[in-house]
């Protein structure tokens, strides 16, 4: 009687907090939220709580970070809950209290057409994680099915114009939901994706917008559904996660079309998604090649078959290269060391950057030169070698100026570096045509302005080696003034002491006005941190200074800082 007394009582403080947690969430306008597409049924899908000492906490989302939404003290048991009564006592009587609230909202928007409730109770001997409702309401999900017919045949197979990328959101979620669609259909969501990319190419930022939502919902299906049909997860608190085969007995057997769609999603996190995500789409191939995937086992040692043979292999008497989209790789042996080798070569990278290939690549250089750029701290690897050997030969400036205009991207970088020798694309052609000739003044700009100087820092080498070969005059100071704008103040400290004069004649002086006055204040003043040690050295400065640098000092303070006039 006691025991049944306690259950009872857990279940109805579970349930009132459950209860509070729907009064809040009543308070939002679901019908506004739902009305901005016709792809959306409902608002919330999921509650998790967690029951530890009469404690409870409820969440709305499947993460261990952030604050719990609902938080209350229940009673307090000397003895805790056995795995066999939460199992046989609570859960029945937990799932019809909810249930009762549940069902309320069968013609509301606010829940989803299915809403799921996980419980996790502390035990004696650890955790019990258990479903406690998942509840679908029919209506919801036909009407959805219904929206879904219509859209799909109204804006995408017949539709002539862009879409929404909200609609995007809800269309790929829904098309890789095995409550909706049971059986995956490949063929079909892979024709839907390219579609959307098709009516949305137009403006090439809601592109990239279109593409990385389809390419998130298909990679959360292959980590939620089609991977832990085959594998054991254990998810480390840092870095991907970790698969292991499940036992022969334990395992789904592998279905041909979620194969399939697998491994496109892999190919399509490897051609398209940031550097940083490329190994999970290359830890996916391997999960697909211990499933038996012939086509992924090829697929990493020749590529994903996507792009044209003529634009992946090219060989002749002088060169020969080869491409693999998937490992990001440019393969290229020098037969013959001349001009027209390395122009047919960086031909061959420059079509395959126009095609598509990932800009975050290295090249596997066969050759018998080994020249290097006079910068220190680069990185000596293949790939440097390559663009430094072609430097060699003036004739092939302007290819590689090609080049580099379609290499350079923020945010990604050449795969055969990191650390502190890693470095963005078109990196090593910038550096030596800029040091090589000043017709490339402006191409070293354009680069700088796409520098994250948090993840990259051998344009500080780069500075000095600029500074020191064209000096600083009023013709280089915009191209410095680039520079520094990407350097850390610290390393420029010692070696810029020595150079502060040139930077004080009048001539460069009213050049670097006019640059400063095209900048924000903060790039102002992290350029005068730079070369002054900051707006108080240079304010101290400019009081003492009775000499006509003065007023030109006083100019570049002020853009610091709008608020900063000295008097």
């Not at 907090?17 to 409902?42: H, P």
């Not at 608002?43 to 261990?64: A, P, Q, T, V």
């Not at 998942?134 to 009407?143: C, F, L, R």
């Not at 290359?282 to 211990?290: A, N, Q, T, V």
């Amino acid at each position: 009687m006691e025991q049944q007394t306690k259950i009872t009582t857990i279940a109805e403080e579970i349930a009132d907090a459950v209860n509070r947690w729907f009064d809040q969430i009543e308070k939002k306008d679901a019908g506004e939220i739902v009305r901005r597409t016709t792809l959306q049924i409902g608002i919330h899908d999921y509650l998790r709580f967690e029951y530890k000492d009469g404690r409870i906490r409820l969440y709305s989302y499947d993460d261990d970070f952030g604050s719990p939404e609902v938080e209350e003290q229940g009673s307090r048991w000397t003895e805790p809950l056995t795995k066999e009564a939460i199992e046989s006592g609570l859960l029945p009587q937990l799932q019809e209290r909810l249930l009762q609230r549940i069902t309320r909202y069968a013609s509301n928007p606010l829940l989803n057409y299915r809403f799921t409730v996980i419980g996790e109770f502390t035990l004696a001997d650890g955790k019990l994680v258990v479903p406690v409702v998942d509840y679908v309401d029919e209506g919801k999900k036909a009407q959805l099915l219904l929206r879904l017919d219509q859209y799909i045949q109204n804006k995408l197979r017949n539709g002539q114009y862009p879409t929404k990328p909200l609609e995007t959101f809800f269309l790929s979620n829904h098309l890789v939901d095995p409550g909706l669609y049971p059986n995956v259909d490949a063929a079909g969501i892979l024709s839907l994706y390219e579609r959307v990319i098709e009516l949305n190419k137009s403006n090439k930022e809601k592109l990239a917008e279109h593409r990385a939502t389809f390419i998130r919902a298909l990679s959360q299906w292959t980590e939620t559904v089609f991977l832990p049909r085959h594998f054991d997860c254990r998810k480390e608190q840092w870095g991907l996660p970790v698969y292991t085969m499940k036992a022969i007995g334990e395992q789904t057997p592998a279905d041909p079309k979620e194969m399939e769609l697998a491994l496109n999603t892999a190919i399509l996190i490897i051609k398209h998604e940031p550097n940083y995500s490329r190994q999970s789409g290359l830890d996916l191939l391997e999960r697909l090649k211990e499933l038996g995937s012939d086509k992924a086992e090829r697929i990493m040692k020749e590529g994903s078959g996507t792009m044209d043979a003529a634009d992946v292999g090219y060989r002749d008497e002088l060169v020969e290269c080869r491409a693999n989209d998937v490992f990001s790789t440019v393969t290229v042996q020098i037969k013959t060391e001349c001009a027209d080798s390395y122009a047919k070569a960086i031909d061959f990278i420059c079509n395959l950057l126009e095609k598509g290939f990932s800009k975050s690549y290295r090249i596997k250089l066969k050759s018998q030169a080994k020249h290097v750029l006079p910068v220190p701290g680069l990185d000596k690897s293949l790939t440097h070698r390559f663009f430094a050997n072609a430097l060699q030969y003036a004739e092939l400036y302007p290819r590689l100026e090609t080049y580099a205009k379609l290499a350079i991207a923020e945010y990604e970088w050449y795969d055969d570096t990191e650390d502190e020798p890693c470095c963005m694309p078109g990196t090593y052609a910038v550096f030596g045509l800029g040091l090589a000739d000043r017709r490339y003044f402006p191409l070293i700009e354009s680069y700088m302005r796409c520098v994250d100087e948090e993840h990259q820092s051998v344009q500080t080498a780069f500075t000095l080696t600029f500074v020191k070969q064209y000096g600083i005059d009023e013709s280089t100071i915009p191209i410095v003034a680039a520079c520094l704008l990407k350097c850390t103040e610290g390393r420029f400290a010692k070696q810029l002491a020595k150079e502060r004069a040139l930077f004080e004649t009048e001539a460069v002086l009213q050049a670097l006005a006019a640059v400063v006055q095209g900048m924000e204040p903060y790039e102002a003043e992290h350029l005068v941190d730079i070369v002054w040690g900051g707006a108080d050295k240079l304010q101290a400065r400019i009081r003492k200074e009775k000499g006509e640098p003065a007023p030109l000092l006083a100019s570049i303070l002020s853009f610091t800082d709008k608020k900063r006039r000295l008097p």
